[in-house]
């Protein structure tokens, strides 16, 4: 069917793939909207001969959003140089987590959660060179031909299997899944020391090595740099209580994992995801750039626990 049998539906039906392709390559919902409307501009700005020729919209959609993609990893690398502290990618908020009509929390609610948006694997991502990271999410994750992948990097498609061969490489071996129910008890079992200021309990249930990395964007206080092994982190995360009273902690999916989110003052300051291996926390990832948070800024509690911090 070419572009005049699509039809604009057909064609506006397109954005939410467009948009999960978009997160995964990006990490931020903001870049990930430009990329896709700036995609669309170019498919609207083609003479309309042009588009009755398409045969497959949505692939060109796909490819023009994957090259301007491309792009922007490209300069983010330049820009991610001079960001204050460490980078992390946009939070998601799972289902019921989301704000009401707000135009990030509609962005964030398009896409679907699974294991290419954990803050783990994204975090991965970006240790990839861009044409990689293209290569795999798009081969790996959506099953996107290496012949298709081709038109978008510009290369040959044994060079696109290549690169994302040497992505696959990048990417640690899976390990033995934990149960749901385990990564949201050691979740609700941090929540708790972290609330009763125990730092004993906290050193339990954080593996010995276990690295905290946190994303202040220069705009909030933060920790510029991962702090490493749970002697160290524990203290840390009860300084922080004791700098914020008043602070709420809520049990809420993020990134499609068990996490939690602080909440002052009725606005959402904080968002933690975890990494879970073998029932203690192993990595944690907090991010507090406001710029960040928008998709949670009318987060709801009715029906979740909340509890102030003594």
Not at 20 to 46: C, F, I, K, P, T
Not at 296 to 310: C, F, H, Q, S, T
Request: proline content about 7%; overall charge negative; hydrophobic content about 45%.
């Amino acid at each position: 069917m070419g572009a005049a049998g699509a039809g604009i539906e057909g064609i506006a039906g397109e954005r939410g793939q467009l948009i999960n392709v978009a997160y995964r390559l990006l990490g931020s919902l903001a870049e990930s909207e430009d990329a896709v409307q700036e995609a669309y501009a170019r498919w609207y700005a083609l003479p309309r001969s042009r588009r009755d020729e398409i045969v497959s919209p949505g692939a060109w959609l796909t490819t023009v959003t994957g090259r301007i993609c491309l792009d922007v990893l490209g300069s983010a690398r330049v820009r991610r140089e001079r960001y204050v502290g460490a980078w992390l990618p946009d939070p998601l908020p799972g289902p019921g987590g989301r704000g009401q009509g707000s135009d990030p929390a509609d962005l964030a609610d398009q896409i679907v959660l699974d294991e290419s948006v954990t803050m783990a694997f994204l975090v991965v991502l970006e240790t990839m060179t861009p044409a990689e990271r293209v290569s795999f999410v798009l081969h790996d994750v959506f099953r996107y031909p290496f012949a298709e992948i081709a038109g978008v990097l510009g290369r040959t498609p044994a060079a696109c299997k290549q690169l994302a061969a040497s992505a696959r490489r990048r990417v640690p071996d899976a390990p033995a899944p934990v149960p749901a129910d385990v990564r949201s008890d050691a979740v609700r079992r941090v929540k708790e020391a972290w609330q009763n200021k125990d730092i004993a309990a906290l050193v339990d249930l954080l593996d010995p090595d276990a690295v905290m990395t946190a994303d202040g964007g220069g705009l909030v206080g933060a920790a510029l740099r991962p702090i490493e092994g749970g002697t160290r982190i524990a203290p840390y995360m009860v300084a922080i209580a004791d700098r914020a009273p008043g602070l709420e902690l809520l049990e809420r999916t993020v990134n499609g994992a068990p996490g939690l989110v602080a909440v002052r003052d009725g606005a959402v300051v904080t968002v933690a995801s975890f990494d879970v291996a073998e029932g203690r926390v192993a990595r944690i990832w907090v991010v507090r750039n406001p710029e960040k948070l928008q998709p949670w800024a009318a987060l709801r509690e009715a029906g979740e626990e909340a509890r102030d911090l003594p």
